[in-house]
């Protein structure tokens, strides 16, 4: 991702993904339109490959809305300020048996389910 790749402005490499992308949802929904109505098997797969690109560039789309976002809310955010707060240390868990630790197993001589702890 650009993010890593030192020299890159991933504000700059946004916009021009996004570009490239708005092209291809509107090449995809050009094709989806010159397809028609399904009428065979064939065109029936031919369609669903169709909306699978197109739910996949939308899919992308938003994901680019939401790196924008991101980057947004960043650069307000004062150079060593804004470090996420620690988490809370947690309990240990329990040592007693409880239902959720036992573990089923199958009798195949009587076909039959028992429980064991």
């Given at each position: 991702?650009?993010?890593?790749?030192?020299?890159?402005?991933?504000?700059?490499?946004?916009?021009?993904?996004?570009t490239a992308t708005m092209k291809q949802l509107r090449d995809l929904n050009r094709l989806k339109t010159q397809a028609g109505p399904v009428g065979s098997g064939c065109d029936m797969?031919?369609?669903?490959?169709?909306?699978?690109?197109?739910?996949?560039?939308?899919?992308?789309?938003?994901?680019?809305?939401?790196?924008?976002?991101?980057?947004?809310?960043?650069s307000r955010i004062p150079q060593g300020a804004g470090h996420p707060p620690r988490?809370?240390?947690?309990?240990?868990p329990s040592t007693k048996p409880t239902s959720s630790t036992r573990r089923e197993t199958?009798?195949?001589?009587?076909?039959?389910?028992?429980g064991r702890r």
């Amino acid at each position: 991702m650009a993010v890593t790749v030192p020299g890159v402005d991933v504000r700059h490499a946004v916009p021009s993904q996004r570009t490239a992308t708005m092209k291809q949802l509107r090449d995809l929904n050009r094709l989806k339109t010159q397809a028609g109505p399904v009428g065979s098997g064939c065109d029936m797969a031919r369609q669903l490959v169709l909306e699978h690109d197109l739910f996949a560039v939308e899919s992308e789309i938003r994901w680019l809305d939401h790196v924008e976002a991101t980057l947004a809310r960043h650069s307000r955010i004062p150079q060593g300020a804004g470090h996420p707060p620690r988490p809370r240390p947690r309990k240990p868990p329990s040592t007693k048996p409880t239902s959720s630790t036992r573990r089923e197993t199958c009798d195949d001589n009587a076909g039959t389910w028992e429980g064991r702890r």
